[in-house]
């Protein structure tokens, strides 16, 4: 089983070598590990996101952000990353992460959580979906649902 626990400022440096071996594996824009390592420190110290890692290494890791909805006034949580390191795919360390992440989410007070990812990454498709995870709107025959971003 693999172990969660919760990142603190000081594994700052490990949570950006794993955002920048992310992005860099996608080929997303990664503004390196030093300006990620002193952003993800600010936020952790701050609060305004939560880590999740996963094994020593950390061989993964979970992010998550909150907001408060207009319709529930509640929390709504955002998995705003989840990254498994390429060897270690299949294990089910991501499965065991987004779990954790929805617990995490629930005893902050979130009543819903929400996340993106590509069309063409099936393997989280299949493990979203298989966690109840939905792309319909309102119903399971609803319209598909859409998430858009644009630089500003």
Same mark, same amino acid.
């Given at each position: 089983? +693999? ?14 070598? *794993? ?5 860099? @594996?996608?080929?997303?824009? +990664?503004? &390196? ?26 061989? &993964? ?19 705003? @990353? ?9 294990? &089910?360390?991501?499965?065991?992460? *987004? ?14 959580? @929400? ?18 995870? +939905? ?18």
């Amino acid at each position: 089983m +693999t172990e969660i626990r919760l990142a603190t400022p000081d594994d700052a440096p490990a949570v950006a070598r *794993l955002l920048h071996d992310f992005n860099t @594996e996608y080929d997303d824009f +990664t503004p &390196g590990v030093e300006a990620l390592t002193r952003n993800a420190r600010e936020m952790l110290v701050d609060g305004d996101m939560i880590v999740l890692l996963a094994g020593d290494g950390p061989d &993964g890791f979970a992010e998550l952000r909150f907001r408060k909805s207009v319709w529930t006034a509640k929390l709504d949580a955002y998995l705003e @990353e989840l990254y498994v390191v390429p060897a270690l795919r299949g294990q &089910g360390i991501g499965r065991v992460l *987004l779990r954790e992440a929805m617990d995490v989410a629930r005893a902050e007070g979130a009543v819903n959580i @929400e996340l993106g990812t590509s069309e063409d990454d099936e393997a989280a498709r299949a493990l979203y979906e298989s966690e109840g995870f +939905t792309n319909r709107e309102g119903r399971p025959d609803g319209p598909v649902m859409f998430f858009y971003e644009r630089a500003l």
